[in-house]
T-cell receptor, first 115, second 108 residues
Framework: GAVVSQHPSWVICKSGTSVKIECRSLDFQATTMFWYRQFPKQSLMLMATSNEGSKATYEQGVEKDKFLINHASLTLSTLTVTSAHPEDSSFYIC???????????FGPGTRLTVL | SQQGEEDPQALSIQEGENATMNCSYKTSINNLQWYRQNSGRGLVHLILIRSNEREKHSGRLRVTLDTSKKSSSLLITASRAADTASYFCLSHDYKLSFGAGTTVTVRA
C-alpha cells in the first residue's frame, strides 16, 4: 500500500528556533500534500494544502510566514515552523494524495515540543 | 474551523459488544470518510462513502450516510481490545473538515 513517512517523529526545540518537518511519499507520487495540526485530545485541523511546484494554500487563521511549506517534488513536502514558541507545540500530521483529497495517505505524525 | 461534530465524545464498551458513533456535517458533501487513530499515531483510513451511497460495509465496520440529515454513523461490530482508538469522520465538500472524534475504549 501507499506509505507516507515523516521525519522527525518527534522534536524538542528551544523557543525562537525554527524546525523543519519532512513528509515523503515513499512508493507513489503525490500531486497534493496536506498538513494538519492536532492538539492533545482534539481533532485534526487542516493547516494548508500544497501542490508540487506551486505555493501552498493556507487555511484561514494559519500564518503563512510562520508555517513555511515547500513542495519541491512529487514525493516531498516540508513544513518549517519558524521562530517556534511553546504555543506551537503540537502533533503535526501530513498526508499525501495521488489523484485528489478523496484518497489521502497519512504520515505517522511529528510531535513538536517547544520549550 | 471543524465542520463535523461527532457523538459521543467517548465510549467505553465490553469486548464483543458493538460500538456506534455518529458524525454530523453542515454542508453538502462529495463523500465522507472514517479514520482511526491510535494514541499519538497517524491516521488509518477505514472506509469512504460517497454522497450517493446510503450504506457501506467493510469487515466488522458498517457505515451509513443520511444526506437529508447531514449525518453518518460508524458501527463496529463484535469489538475487540485492538479497536481501542479515536475515530474521526472527514467530510469533503469544497474543503476538508475532520469531526471532533469519538474515543472508544474496549474493555477486555
Amino acid at each position: 500500500g501507499a506509505v507516507v513517512s515523516q521525519h522527525p517523529s518527534w522534536v524538542i526545540c528551544k523557543s525562537g528556533t525554527s524546525v523543519k518537518i519532512e513528509c515523503r511519499s515513499l512508493d507513489f507520487q503525490a500531486t497534493t500534500m496536506f498538513w494538519y495540526r492536532q492538539f492533545p485530545k482534539q481533532s485534526l485541523m487542516l493547516m494548508a494544502t500544497s501542490n508540487e511546484g506551486s505555493k501552498a494554500t493556507y487555511e484561514q487563521g494559519v500564518e503563512k510566514d510562520k508555517f513555511l511549506i515547500n513542495h519541491a517534488s512529487l514525493t516531498l513536502s516540508t513544513l518549517t515552523v519558524t521562530s517556534a514558541h511553546p504555543e506551537d507545540s503540537s502533533f503535526y500530521i501530513c498526508s499525501a494524495a495521488i489523484t485528489g483529497p478523496d484518497t489521502q495517505y497519512f504520515g505517522p505524525g511529528t510531535r513538536l515540543t517547544v520549550l | 474551523s471543524q465542520q463535523g461534530e461527532e457523538d459521543p465524545q467517548a465510549l467505553s464498551i465490553q469486548e464483543g459488544e458493538n460500538a456506534t458513533m455518529n458524525c454530523s456535517y453542515k454542508t453538502s458533501i462529495n463523500n465522507l470518510q472514517w479514520y482511526r487513530q491510535n494514541s499519538g499515531r497517524g491516521l488509518v483510513h477505514l472506509i469512504l462513502i460517497r454522497s450517493n451511497e446510503r450504506e457501506k460495509h467493510s469487515g466488522r465496520l458498517r457505515v451509513t450516510l443520511d444526506t437529508s440529515k447531514k449525518s453518518s454513523s460508524l458501527l463496529i461490530t463484535a469489538s475487540r481490545a485492538a479497536d481501542t482508538a479515536s475515530y474521526f469522520c472527514l467530510s469533503h465538500d469544497y474543503k476538508l473538515s475532520f469531526g471532533a472524534g469519538t474515543t472508544v475504549t474496549v474493555r477486555a
